[in-house]
């Protein structure tokens, strides 16, 4: 057997191989986005078999096989399992799960990923958050920990600072906010609201521990699913299958 490293991080999909065995994707501070081989993870008596599940945070340690890392041990720190019983709550979940795969990278730092991801599946355990608003938090969020977050402090297309009060417009092709002078050929460009704005500006910059902290009004709350989710789309090129089941069942 190789040596032995250890890791900590998320489980963010698992997958049947052969008859007892499973395949997870871990996301993990050290080595970002790393599979591994979990053996005998489906036998009933086996001590892997919460552990290997979606939504599992704990330290785990590998040895590195042929073609993969291979789950020597692990001790979980928080599994969540009562998201099960949430609908479509344990959909918005499987979401975040899937956004944070499809950007994670190995040999990556995942630390701020994973922090979010914890953050995010509490909040959604809330029952004073409302779901829709931690979405768009999340993603928001994610895209900002990825290097994609939107101009939202000056206007994105002369660079200069805003000013309280102004009229402003959020544009998906400006990548940002743009003043009424600049609203030049983007044809997108949608009237966007104080309120949704601080928002907004609240979400890139707050500490990770103060992101669901608020909650905004309905009006405020559309607005913020209309910039955000376009947002996270035209920045995207993949077909997210639990967002699919999600948005059927609200």
Do not use: W
């Amino acid at each position: 057997m190789s040596d032995l490293i250890t890791v900590q991080g998320v489980v963010l999909s698992a997958m049947p191989v052969g008859e007892y065995d499973k395949r997870i994707v871990l996301l993990t501070r050290e080595r970002g986005k790393i599979s591994a081989f979990v053996k005998g993870a489906r036998r009933q008596n086996s001590p892997f078999m919460a552990a290997a599940s979606p939504f599992v945070f704990g330290t785990f340690t590998l040895f590195e096989g042929r073609s993969s890392y291979n789950l020597n041990q692990v001790s979980v720190t928080h599994h969540f399992v009562e998201l099960a019983g949430e609908q479509p709550g344990i959909y918005y979940g499987y979401y975040f799960l899937e956004l944070a795969d499809y950007f994670g990278r190995e040999g990556t730092d995942e630390r701020e990923m994973m922090n979010l991801l914890y953050v995010s599946v509490k909040a959604l355990l809330n029952p004073h958050m409302d779901n829709r608003l931690v979405r768009c938090i999340f993603e928001l969020r994610a895209m900002t920990e990825q290097g994609f977050m939107p101009q939202l402090f000056q206007c994105a297309g002369c660079e200069r600072e805003l000013q309280e009060g102004e009229e402003l417009f959020f544009s998906q092709e400006a990548h940002g906010i743009l003043g009424r002078e600049c609203l030049g050929s983007a044809g997108d460009a949608r009237r966007i609201s104080q309120a949704a704005l601080y928002a907004l500006r609240y979400i890139v910059t707050v500490p990770m521990g103060k992101l669901y902290t608020f909650t905004v009004t309905e009006e405020v709350l559309r607005e913020m699913e209309h910039v955000i989710h376009i947002y996270v789309s035209k920045n995207t090129d993949k077909k997210f299958k639990s967002l699919e089941i999600l948005e059927m069942m609200i």
